[in-house]
Every structure is written in structure tokens, then in C-alpha cells.
């Protein structure tokens, strides 16, 4: 009689599949390329951005998100007060200095402010789809639509820029976030718009003087 031997199962070495991060996920360990990455999909494909985007997760990286989009916004704020101070010859060392504590300013107070935002839109949200959602939450979401804001230094855009970012991103983030209605996500937005827009320019203009300079 053949013997027959026991054939060894067919062990396959699970495939090294790197779990790479969520796409719409800041990365700090490559803050440049992760940043120019979410800009590309907030600005290019918002939709698909927020259909990838988990609204679960740590809060580290959204609050590190916005301290760079400030930070940059900062940069090039004050490189056009440098460049316009010059074309008009009225820079001086005070103005700049000025100019750069109220950069600080805003930059260090950008996670609050976006924390006051999150708590505006979690009332919208609560009104609109009752116990959806909860703060960690809708401040991810609010974080990452806040990268839009990266161009407020720039004149005319900036008029454009908050209502891209508060109100477009986050009607699109609520609709395929939390699977809502456009017309629910469309309210759910726009009545946490109104508020969150009086307090960015009570904020920028008249606390910092961020976007026009005082």
C-alpha cells in the first residue's frame, strides 16, 4: 500500500501591506507633503476626501493641522506686508514687529477658534440629526475644512476663503460624513456659518488684527 504523505498546508506569508494612513488624515511625521495633501483633495476633490475622511480619531493631528495652516497663512502674511511696506515706503521695523505678534496671535488661537466653531456646529448638527455625532468629531471635521483658510492673507481670496471652508467643506463633510440629505447638510451648515462668522472676524480683525492689521 503507497503511503501517502501528509501534505503541508499551503502557508502563504501574510503580505507586508503597510496600512497606510487614511489619505484625508494629516501625517506629522511629513507635515509638507501631508499638508499640500489634504489641500489638494479640500481644494480639487472635496467630495472624495470626505468620503475617505473617519471622523473617530485623535484629535493631535487636526490640532496640529491648523497650527500649520496658520502658521503658513502667518508666513505669507507678513511676506506681503514686507513686499507691499516696500512698493509703498511706508515699512517700518515697528509695523513688521507689529505685524508679527499679531501673526503669533493668531496662530496660537487658531485651535481655540476652531474649537468654538466645533461647539457652534455640534448644536447645528444636534438640531438637524439629533444625536449624531459628538465634539471630537465634528472639531476633525471642522479642522481639516479650516485648511481652506490657508489663503486668508490674500487680498479679494480671503473674502471667498471662510465661506468655502465653513460653509461648502462642511455642507460636503456632513453630507457623506454622517450620510445626511444635501438639504440637511446644506442647513446643518449654514446655520452654524452665520455665528462661527461673526466670531472669526471679531477674532482676526478686531482681536488680532490678523487680516487687515490695525
Known amino acids: 500500500m503507497q503511503a501517502v504523505g501528509l501534505v503541508p498546508p499551503c502557508i502563504i506569508p501574510p503580505m507586508s501591506v503597510s496600512a497606510s494612513k487614511n489619505p484625508s488624515e494629516f501625517d506629522p511625521r511629513r507635515p509638507l507633503g ?10 480639487f476633490a472635496p467630495k472624495r476626501f470626505f468620503v475617505e475622511f473617519s471622523a473617530e480619531g485623535s484629535l493631535r493631528e487636526p490640532i496640529l493641522f491648523v497650527l500649520l495652516v496658520s502658521a503658513v497663512s502667518a508666513i505669507f502674511r507678513l511676506a506681503l506686508v514686507a513686499v ?12 513688521l514687529g507689529i505685524s508679527a505678534v499679531q501673526a503669533l496671535v493668531y496662530v496660537a488661537l487658531s485651535p481655540v477658534l476652531v474649537g468654538l466653531f466645533a461647539a457652534v ?10 444625536a449624531t455625532g459628538d465634539y471630537r468629531q465634528v472639531y476633525r471635521l471642522l479642522a481639516y475644512a479650516y485648511g481652506a483658510l490657508i489663503l486668508l492673507p490674500f487680498p479679494v481670496i480671503n473674502a471667498f476663503a471662510f465661506t468655502y471652508a465653513m ?15 444635501f438639504l440637511t447638510a446644506l442647513l446643518t451648515a449654514l446655520v452654524g456659518y452665520v455665528p462661527s462668522a461673526l466670531l472669526f472676524l471679531t477674532l482676526t480683525v478686531y482681536v488680532t488684527g490678523f487680516i487687515f492689521g490695525r
Request: no cysteine; aromatic share 14%.
Open 167 to 181: 460653509l461648502i467643506l462642511v455642507t460636503v463633510g456632513v453630507r457623506y460624513v454622517y450620510r445626511a440629505s
Open 121 to 130: 456646529y455640534l448644536l447645528s448638527l444636534r438640531t438637524f440629526m439629533g
Open 34 to 43: 501631508s499638508l499640500l495633501e489634504v489641500l489638494r483633495g479640500l481644494f
Open 84 to 95: 507691499f511696506g516696500v512698493f509703498l515706503g511706508d515699512l517700518s521695523a515697528s509695523g
